[in-house]
Every structure is written in C-alpha cells, then in structure tokens.
C-alpha cells in the first residue's frame, strides 16, 4: 500500500534497465513521483529529461524527500548531480573504476546526509524498489531522525474542495483562477490553528495571534504550542551540539517532556501524522495490556 504524503518535494534516482544502457543512472527533482516516471519512460514530448529520452525503460529506485520547499531540494538535486563543483562535496573520491554508476550515487548521497544544512532536515530516505536497497556502511549512516522507509507513495491532495471551489468561480470573479484557488488553499489548511484569546507561547509565554507562525506537540494530549522561532531557539539553547546551528534536531516539549524531534513537529505542522492520535491509543493500549 502506497504511502500518502502532502506537499511533497523530492529528489530521486533512476535506475536504467534496458539492455542496451542498463545501468545507467539519473538523478532529478519532483512533487510527484509517479507522474515523474511516467514522464521519464514516455519520453520528452510527454515532459520527460532529455538525457533519458529514448533510453527506457527507467525504474525509480530511491527517493529522498522531506524538503522544506522546491528551493532546498533543487539544491540537493544539484549538489547530487555534481559532487565535484559543490563546495560541499569536493573532498569526496570520484568515481572508482570498479564502481558502478548506482554505487558510486548511492556513496555520494550517503555522504550528503551526514553533512550540513542536509543532515538537519527533516528527511526521508525511501526505497521505492525492494531489490535495489543497499545497506549504509557503519561509518556513513544517516542521522537517527532521517528514518529509512521502503515502498511506493501517492500524493496527497491538500485541498479536497479545489474541484468544487473552481466550478463555483468559474462563473465569475478573476480571483477564481486555479493558481489562486491553489495558493488560498495551502494557506488556510496548512499550519493554521484555532487559538483561545488567552494562549500563549509555551517557549516565550507571550500571547499568541492569530497570524503568528506556530509549532505544536505531536502528542494528542498535549496541548503545547509555541512561536517557531521560540521553540527553535529552546531547542538549541539546551544543546551544546547545537548552539552554532539554526535549525535544532530535537529537544523537549515544554508542557509534556516528552522528546520531540524537530522533523516530525515541522512534519506535523504541514499536514503529516494525520492518524497520529489513532496510533498514539494502540501504543498506550498496547503499553497497558502488558502492564496488566
């Protein structure tokens, strides 16, 4: 069963099968990876790369997404496609002889997980073909909260009303364009939460307003929301890895203690973790069966 995941931004890697190129690779950007391919094996009047035209069949077999927006993962498709003009990367070894294609990408991704800004995302590796999947070696393993995950994924659509909200600007105002539709969706689904008069940050304590940008626990009972920039900065005062940093990888909720990774609060925030509250009961009712 594919996984379904909102605002989706990833970087991907194509594996060659045909006969003729196999083993060839290709690395690129999408916000939908099923269309993508498609694109891919269909050619370039079907909006496929012109470096994988007429060279089919492609198979996706790894994708890392997670990216906080288009910017940062063109970045990271870039940095990917040319190790050796990143400033980042020029002390990484070039292909190796006996190196395949496959290998030598996975080696050089492997790395780029393990080094600023990337390591400090909010990242997914997913394997979309189960007999490519490569171990990572002991010494290049990616950090603990960019989880490895395998199988397909399905975008999920933000807005379920866009169809009827077009048929009914469809009759009249120009403000009723899909662009807009669009836009106006994202920015009233995602991150927007109903704030009592009287809350207030749980970093700061100060009130909160109605168009501050917040962060909330993940944890259905906990009623902890906080300026994200308070909480960042929270977060990073109570670690001493991560004084220099500006973006933490975990720290404490302020009202429940528990321990809170700074993916899945920016995860949740967008959208994510829909049936969280669902899965958090089995785990408690889980922990209490074996009380008992």
Avoid at 96 to 123: C, D, H, N, Q
Avoid at 195 to 220: E, F, G, N, W
Wanted: hydrophobic share 30%; proline share 6%.
């Amino acid at each position: 069963m594919a996984e379904a995941i909102e605002r989706f931004f990833g970087v991907y890697l194509l594996y060659n099968v045909n006969p003729k190129f196999k083993g060839r690779t290709y690395i690129g950007y999408t916000v939908n990876p099923n269309r993508r391919i498609q694109q891919h094996n269909k050619g370039k009047h079907a909006g496929g790369a012109k470096r994988t035209h007429g060279r089919g069949p492609w198979e996706m077999v790894l994708i890392i997404h997670g990216f906080p927006n288009d910017i940062s993962a063109l970045r990271f498709e870039w940095a990917w496609q040319n190790p050796q003009k990143s400033r980042r990367l020029r002390h990484l070894a070039g292909k190796k002889k006996k190196e395949t294609p496959f290998l030598y990408r996975f080696r050089i991704v492997s790395e780029m997980l393990r080094l600023g800004p990337w390591k400090r995302f909010a990242l997914t590796i997913r394997w979309l073909k189960q007999n490519y999947v490569q171990d990572f070696p002991p010494d290049c393993r990616p950090p603990i909260h960019i989880p490895i995950v395998y199988g397909p994924v399905k975008i999920k659509t933000l807005a379920k009303d866009n169809k009827n909200k077009g048929k009914k600007g469809s009759k009249g105002s120009n403000d009723s364009s899909p662009e807009k539709q669009s836009k106006d969706s994202e920015e009233s689904d995602i991150g927007q939460l109903v704030l009592p008069s009287h809350q207030r940050c749980s970093a700061c304590y100060k009130r909160l307003q109605a168009d501050d940008t917040t962060v909330s626990c993940i944890h259905p009972k906990c009623s902890m929301v906080s300026h994200i920039v308070c909480l960042a900065e929270k977060f990073l005062a109570k670690s001493k890895e991560q004084k220099r940093e500006i973006i933490p990888v975990e720290g404490t909720c302020p009202n429940c203690k528990q321990l809170l990774l700074w993916g899945d609060l920016i995860r949740f925030k967008m959208g994510c973790y829909q049936n969280l509250e669902e899965c958090t009961s089995d785990q408690d009712q889980d922990a209490s069966d074996e009380d008992d």
